[in-house]
């Protein structure tokens, strides 16, 4: 649908006009949802002035104003020589250079078309108020009439159809956040360490999160203790006999260090391509502008990336319906009553040590409470309907670079490292599903037992991949260090896919609170940036 147009020779007064009259409109059809025209209104006017330069005046110029698909466009084309006028050398354009030094350097696409030179300016849209939450909701809503419906169906066709392809197209889209989260790290952390600065400063950056990091992990765990010493689940003698757990944990640590270069990416081992990357930017960091084009190539490539998993984030309606339907149909939900205790050392432990670390970001920030929630609601949102921090990524980003206004070269390499080694929540987890299971299977669990728990829990929680399901993995490591009877296996799966179903929203919430701590720390907040935040998280509510 054309809603503006218009064809002229361009002259200064038409340049003029039409840069004015093109943003006019898009406010008045955009409405609401209009953003700030400045930008808009900066990029036509520079592709116009860049159409007389090469195209002459001697053809006419025109102008549309295009909605397409619930987006708008507008696009300039101009008959001449095949030149694209985007490839012009960008130093050499006053305006183009100030544009940049605003952030507001223009994106479009050229292409060429029956002897017209066409240019297309995507303009910007607000995004519908709580869209994505109310698709969420209806997709939860629809989880529980298909539960519901599947009732009446015969049971072969329930166990032999349904079943399988709802739990086969849940593992499908679960793969695809999965492929594209091992590609999205890796450029994240290789550009936010390469890009830091110099090495001297990666080491305190980098050295100060990861302390941090660490400290919330002993929370977590002292935490899970308090709450489980009450319940009677411990004993002076345990005739647990836990496997080789020195063996264990050193083949924990040995499978961080990756063999070769490309099989962490081929099997998504995350924490083995966070050591790449890691290597990659510290040697970067040195090289500095003798790999600027390697940076580039990475920069572009994580673009590329970034916006392939904007793309897949469009389908997490779909994703929480898979998620929840398996869920009912599989029936996990109603044999959780037995295992009581789990439920409330999980829970309860992690409700402390997120209450501890707000408290810490409370004190550290000197930001009101209301501003640390509401900046992050977008973000815990996703986190809590998906289990997934992958997924809620570019929300997480957003967060801090827009609304606290962290720096962003700190941001690209501190929240993709969290994401992979920050899980403190999954940490208690699975030290409560085996803490609890040894002690039903074993009949007592000592204080060493319970002290080799605790370790190789923070161990397992680093290791396991950041994506849904990635504690069934480490399960068995857990049991064999512990001596945990195997036969206890599928209940702890029943409470992991469960319990553990919040575990990555509340890892995600931490995360975030930690990361801006060590910024505020380091100095790495904008200062000019601070007075927007509570307007712009405000406006998120």
Same mark, same amino acid.
């Given at each position: 649908?054309?809603?503006?147009?218009?064809?002229?020779?361009?002259?200064?007064?038409?340049?003029?006009?039409?840069?004015?009259?093109?943003?006019?409109?898009?406010?008045?059809?955009?409405?609401?949802?209009?953003?700030?025209?400045?930008?808009?209104?900066?990029?036509?006017?520079?592709?116009?002035?860049?159409?007389?330069?090469?195209?002459?005046?001697?053809?006419?110029?025109?102008?549309?104003?295009?909605?397409?698909?619930?987006?708008?466009?507008?696009?300039?084309?101009?008959?001449?020589?095949?030149?694209?006028?985007?490839?012009?050398?960008?130093?050499?354009?006053?305006?183009?250079?100030?544009?940049?030094?605003?952030?507001?350097?223009?994106?479009?696409?050229?292409?060429?078309?029956?002897?017209?030179?066409?240019?297309?300016?995507?303009?910007?849209?607000?995004?519908?108020?709580?869209?994505?939450?109310?698709?969420?909701?209806?997709?939860?809503?629809?989880?529980?009439?298909?539960?519901?419906?599947?009732?009446?169906?015969?049971?072969?066709?329930?166990?032999?159809?349904?079943?399988?392809?709802?739990?086969?197209?849940?593992?499908?889209?679960?793969?695809?956040?999965?492929?594209?989260?091992?590609?999205?790290?890796?450029?994240?952390?290789?550009?936010?360490?390469?890009?830091?600065?110099?090495?001297?400063?990666?080491?305190?950056?980098?050295?100060?999160?990861?302390?941090?990091?660490?400290?919330?992990?002993?929370?977590?765990?002292?935490?899970?203790?308090?709450?489980?010493?009450?319940?009677?689940?411990?004993?002076?003698?345990?005739?647990?006999?836990?496997?080789?757990?020195?063996?264990?944990?050193?083949?924990?640590?040995?499978?961080?260090?990756?063999?070769?270069?490309?099989?962490?990416?081929?099997?998504?081992?995350?924490?083995?391509?966070?050591?790449?990357?890691?290597?990659?930017?510290?040697?970067?960091?040195?090289?500095?502008?003798?790999?600027?084009?390697?940076?580039?190539?990475?920069?572009?490539?994580?673009?590329?990336?970034?916006?392939?998993?904007?793309?897949?984030?469009?389908?997490?309606?779909?994703?929480?319906?898979?998620?929840?339907?398996?869920?009912?149909?599989?029936?996990? %939900?109603?044999? +959780?009553?037995? &295992? @009581?205790? /789990? *439920?409330? !050392?999980?829970?309860?432990?992690?409700?402390?040590?997120?209450?501890?670390?707000?408290?810490?970001?409370?004190?550290?920030?000197?930001?009101?409470?209301?501003?640390?929630?509401?900046?992050?609601?977008?973000?815990?949102?996703?986190?809590?309907?998906?289990?997934?921090?992958?997924?809620?990524?570019?929300?997480?980003?957003?967060?801090?670079?827009?609304?606290?206004?962290?720096?962003?070269?700190?941001?690209?390499?501190?929240?993709?490292?969290?994401?992979?080694?920050?899980?403190?929540?999954?940490?208690?987890?699975?030290?409560?599903?085996?803490?609890?299971?040894?002690?039903?299977?074993?009949?007592?669990?000592?204080?060493?037992? %319970?002290?080799? +728990?605790?370790? &190789? @829990?923070? /161990? *397992?929680? !680093?290791?396991?991949?950041?994506?849904?399901?990635?504690?069934?993995?480490?399960?068995?490591?857990?049991?064999?260090?512990?001596?945990?009877?195997?036969?206890?296996?599928?209940?702890?799966?029943?409470?992991?896919?469960?319990?553990?179903?919040?575990?990555?929203?509340?890892?995600?919430?931490?995360?975030?609170?930690?990361?801006?701590?060590?910024?505020?720390?380091?100095?790495?907040?904008?200062?000019?940036?601070?007075?927007?935040?509570?307007?712009?998280?405000?406006?998120?509510?």
């Amino acid at each position: 649908m054309i809603f503006f147009q218009d064809t002229k020779k361009l002259t200064n007064e038409v340049i003029d006009s039409w840069s004015e009259n093109a943003v006019n409109a898009y406010r008045e059809y955009a409405g609401k949802r209009a953003e700030s025209t400045v930008k808009l209104r900066l990029t036509i006017e520079e592709l116009l002035l860049r159409f007389r330069d090469l195209y002459g005046t001697d053809e006419p110029c025109t102008i549309k104003g295009i909605r397409r698909f619930g987006s708008i466009s507008f696009e300039l084309s101009q008959k001449g020589a095949p030149r694209n006028p985007l490839e012009t050398d960008p130093e050499a354009s006053l305006s183009y250079s100030i544009l940049a030094k605003l952030n507001l350097d223009p994106q479009y696409a050229y292409r060429q078309n029956r002897g017209l030179n066409v240019v297309t300016v995507p303009a910007p849209l607000r995004k519908r108020k709580n869209s994505m939450l109310i698709g969420i909701l209806l997709a939860a809503v629809l989880s529980v009439v298909t539960w519901l419906v599947s009732g009446l169906l015969p049971e072969a066709a329930l166990n032999d159809y349904m079943i399988p392809l709802v739990s086969g197209l849940f593992t499908k889209l679960s793969a695809v956040f999965s492929a594209l989260a091992t590609p999205l790290v890796f450029c994240a952390v290789i550009l936010g360490i390469s890009g830091i600065g110099d090495v001297s400063s990666f080491g305190k950056l980098g050295g100060r999160l990861l302390k941090r990091m660490m400290v919330t992990y002993g929370i977590a765990m002292i935490a899970m203790i308090a709450v489980g010493l009450p319940m009677g689940i411990i004993s002076p003698t345990s005739s647990a006999g836990g496997g080789n757990v020195f063996g264990d944990l050193t083949n924990l640590i040995l499978d961080i260090i990756p063999g070769n270069l490309i099989e962490p990416f081929r099997i998504d081992n995350d924490l083995q391509v966070i050591v790449i990357a890691v290597f990659i930017g510290v040697i970067m960091l040195g090289l500095g502008d003798k790999v600027g084009h390697l940076r580039t190539f990475i920069d572009e490539a994580g673009t590329l990336v970034n916006r392939m998993m904007a793309a897949v984030c469009k389908l997490l309606p779909l994703f929480v319906y898979l998620g929840f339907t398996n869920l009912l149909l599989s029936g996990k %939900l109603s044999e +959780l009553g037995g &295992v @009581s205790k /789990i *439920v409330i !050392i999980c829970l309860g432990a992690s409700a402390i040590t997120v209450a501890v670390t707000l408290v810490r970001a409370l004190i550290v920030t000197k930001r009101p409470f209301k501003e640390l929630f509401s900046a992050q609601l977008p973000a815990l949102i996703i986190n809590l309907t998906t289990s997934s921090q992958v997924s809620a990524l570019p929300e997480s980003m957003k967060c801090c670079k827009q609304k606290w206004g962290i720096d962003e070269k700190f941001v690209n390499f501190g929240l993709p490292l969290g994401i992979v080694i920050y899980m403190p929540c999954g940490a208690i987890m699975l030290g409560s599903i085996v803490w609890v299971l040894t002690y039903m299977s074993a009949g007592s669990v000592d204080t060493i037992m %319970l002290a080799k +728990l605790v370790f &190789v @829990s923070v /161990i *397992v929680a !680093i290791a396991a991949p950041p994506i849904p399901g990635s504690a069934f993995a480490v399960l068995p490591i857990m049991f064999s260090s512990c001596g945990t009877d195997l036969s206890m296996m599928p209940l702890a799966v029943i409470i992991g896919s469960t319990v553990g179903y919040l575990m990555p929203a509340l890892n995600g919430y931490c995360m975030q609170l930690e990361l801006l701590m060590s910024a505020q720390k380091s100095g790495c907040i904008k200062k000019d940036q601070a007075p927007e935040t509570a307007i712009e998280a405000a406006a998120d509510l």
